[in-house]
């Protein structure tokens, strides 16, 4: 499938042509950031002074991504109203969930008609980021082989996955292949929420909601699944304390 696809360009500098689009999956319903997200989506919760949303796509926007997709679905009309009053440049469409939450992989799922490049570079938008010594959009882009790969995760050491409260997600062998962390174990390495994942995970996949994972597994299974790590900051801002961690910790560093 992807011999068809257009692949994902580099760039060397932010001044150059356009990488491509990015997915942004901003559709979720935010119930652990309550009782903030009552009255709006979690992507409009602010986080230093700016909104996880601007902060997402303000990276991609440094990293030469001129077109997003962003999924809606919790408060649809608010996102959708604060990207076409506030959001500048960068293309922004929408792919519209509001009749169903398709979950992750559900989601990009049904945005694929939108997303032409491959991989499709997919991001949350519910973390944030802090680029190490080289934009790490672009650092990641440049570790993709597609003769060896379905999919790339953006990972982050489980001991600097800040305001993060989990047992870690993946291990990682010497060559970069990812493997789950076994039950009842703890695992080294956390998913950032970003990720390559090529056109080629689509092919039979369920329709209606389902997660990400699912593509993951297979790709695992396959020894097509690899992780990156990153080499900057990285806030899981999943809870309104972890808002109040983030800041202090940006203020500081």
Known sequence: MSRTRKPLALRPDPGGP?????????????????PLTATRPKPLVSVAGKTLLDHTLDRLRAAGVARAVVNVHYLADALEAHIRNRVKGIDVVFS??????????????????????????????DNLWVDGPSDTLRM?????????????????????????VGVGDFHMD??????RRRPGKVAPFVFTGIQLIS?????????????????????????????FVHQGL????????????????????
Do not use: Y
């Not at 491509?20 to 652990?32: D, F, I």
């Not at 990285?234 to 910790?249: H, N, Q, S, Y």
């Open 18 to 34: 356009p990488l491509g689009t990015a997915m942004v999956l901003a559709a979720g319903l935010g119930k652990r950031m309550r």
């Open 96 to 125: 519209d969930e509001r009749e169903q939450l398709l979950e992750t992989g559900g989601g990009l799922k049904k945005a694929l008609p939108l997303l032409s490049e491959d991989p499709i570079l997919s991001v949350n938008s």
């Open 140 to 164: 990641l882009a440049a570790q993709w082989d597609d003769a060896r790969m379905d999919a790339l995760l953006l990972l982050v050491p489980l001991a600097r996955a800040n305001c993060h």
């Open 174 to 179: 010497p060559a970069g292949r990812i493997s």
């Open 199 to 227: 056109h080629r995970l689509f092919a039979d996949a369920p329709e209606g909601p389902f997660s990400t994972n699912l593509l993951w597994d297979r790709a695992i299974a396959d020894g097509r699944a690899f992780g």
């Open 234 to 253: 990285w806030f899981d801002v999943g809870t309104p304390p972890a808002i109040r961690k983030t800041e202090a910790m940006l203020a500081n560093r």
